[in-house]
């Protein structure tokens, strides 16, 4: 039986919506690092995604206005803005190059994972 695991892609593409928005956080901290009263802005998504993904119980709602126990839904998990005091332009650099390098590396994931599936798909292996 063919396994398409179901949560590879929505979580690869989930990390690079927060990959994207981080670019824009940090970008936007560089130009702003001399703008008096400033404060960096920070994405965070890996605790989200950990938690997402971790173990634990979910319950069901049976109405949309019940209030959702245990652990998020992979869809659920959006990136979170979170403002810091200083910009250290430095750093910011540093942050930039590292979030550039996880976009391209959940890019070329994400174009085996689909190469994999078409190649299952037209019966020519890969997964």
Same mark, same amino acid.
């Given at each position: 039986? /063919? +396994?398409? +695991?179901?949560?590879?892609? *929505?979580?690869?593409?989930?990390?690079? +919506?927060? =990959?994207? %928005? !981080?670019?824009?956080?940090?970008?936007?901290?560089?130009?702003?690092?001399?703008?008096? #009263?400033?404060?960096?802005?920070?994405?965070?998504?890996?605790?989200? /995604?950990?938690?997402? %993904? #971790?173990?634990?119980?979910?319950?069901?709602?049976?109405?949309?206005?019940?209030?959702?126990? #245990? !652990?998020?839904?992979?869809?659920?998990? !959006? *990136?979170?803005?979170?403002?810091?005091?200083?910009? +250290?332009? $430095?750093?910011?650099?540093?942050? /930039?190059?590292?979030? =550039? %390098?996880? =976009?391209?590396?959940?890019?070329?994931?994400?174009?085996?994972?689909?190469?994999?599936?078409?190649?299952?798909? $037209?019966? !020519?292996? #890969?997964?």
């Amino acid at each position: 039986m /063919l +396994d398409l +695991d179901r949560t590879s892609i *929505p979580i690869l593409t989930k990390a690079l +919506d927060a =990959y994207t %928005l !981080r670019q824009r956080a940090i970008a936007d901290n560089i130009a702003n690092s001399e703008t008096p #009263g400033f404060r960096r802005r920070e994405v965070r998504f890996e605790e989200e /995604l950990r938690r997402a %993904l #971790g173990e634990g119980i979910r319950g069901r709602r049976t109405d949309p206005r019940h209030i959702p126990i #245990g !652990r998020p839904k992979v869809e659920e998990v !959006r *990136p979170r803005l979170v403002r810091a005091n200083d910009v +250290d332009v $430095e750093l910011e650099m540093v942050r /930039l190059t590292k979030n =550039y %390098l996880k =976009y391209i590396s959940a890019i070329e994931v994400l174009k085996r994972r689909l190469r994999d599936i078409k190649l299952s798909i $037209e019966g !020519r292996g #890969g997964m």
